[in-house]
Antibody
Framework: QVQLAQSGAEVKKPGASVKVSCKAS????????MQWVRQAPGQRPEWMGW????????KYSENFQGRVTIIRDTSASTAYMELSSLRSADTAVYYC??????????????????WGEGTTVTVSS | DIQLTQSPSFLSASVGDRVTITCRAS??????LAWYQQKPGKAPKLLIY???TLHSGVPSRFSGSGSGTEFTLTISSLQPEDFATYYC??????????FGPGTKVDIK
């Protein structure tokens, strides 16, 4: 079945970087864009960015001011999200999610139909 | 960025009740809206996309409507497994694809 398996929990010190992986299975990896979303405790999800897994093109939220990098390894069907210059406010659960698309005429509708289980990143001195 | 608000932020309901949640966008987003259900400690689960299209496998008691700036998610007969937090997400202008603040549905 279609699955996204994420790497395990991380504990980092302020100023460090973290890299989270997301391995896809059960579908053709390069046929779907992959996005990353994080959710701080008790907060709404926050969109971080996405990667077109076919050509590697990326889009990032300006809210992260250049601290986030998303890459993919097509041979391993895996996407990675790296967040640098960590601070305590980055403590959150980080999710990867597959981006589905539906089109009706000239309109293209995106949605996130398969999610990883989440990776808890704790930033603490 | 497009901002989303949801109302109510919390609602208490009984099994069998009809429940309606509203999501409003700060500017028109046509039908570029999705709804998700999230239970504690779990990833969000897609319910509705394109404002009113039911995702595969989602029970028909869930429905979505609206376009432009006002949208609704309706659960026609609340079931025990529906007690959760519901988020709307706009996928019109990007980045970012913003989420609403959520509506927690609790047992009365």
């Amino acid at each position: 079945q279609v699955q996204l398996a994420q790497s395990g929990a991380e504990v980092k010190k302020p100023g460090a970087s973290v890299k989270v992986s997301c391995k896809a299975s059960g579908y053709i990896f390069t046929s779907y864009t992959m996005q990353w979303v994080r959710q701080a405790p008790g907060q709404r999800p926050e969109w971080m960015g996405w990667i077109h897994t076919g050509n590697g093109n990326t889009k990032y939220s300006e809210n992260f001011q250049g601290r986030v990098t998303i890459i993919r390894d097509t041979s391993a069907s895996t996407a990675y999200m790296e967040l640098s210059s960590l601070r305590s406010a980055d403590t959150a659960v980080y999710y990867c999610a597959r981006v589905g698309m539906f089109h009706e005429g000239a309109d293209y509708y995106y949605y996130m139909d398969v999610w990883g289980e989440g990776t808890t990143v704790t930033v603490s001195s | 960025d497009i901002q989303l608000t949801q109302s109510p932020s919390f609602l208490s309901a009984s099994v069998g009740d009809r429940v309606t949640i509203t999501c409003r966008a700060s500017q028109g987003i046509s039908s570029y809206l999705a709804w998700y259900q999230q239970k504690p400690g779990k990833a969000p689960k897609l319910l509705i996309y394109a404002a009113s299209t039911l995702h595969s496998g989602v029970p028909s008691r869930f429905s979505g409507s609206g376009s432009g700036t006002e949208f609704t998610l309706t659960i026609s007969s609340l079931q025990p497994e529906d007690f959760a937090t519901y988020y709307c997400q706009q996928l019109n202008s990007y980045p970012p694809f913003t989420f609403g603040p959520g509506t927690k549905v609790d047992i009365k």
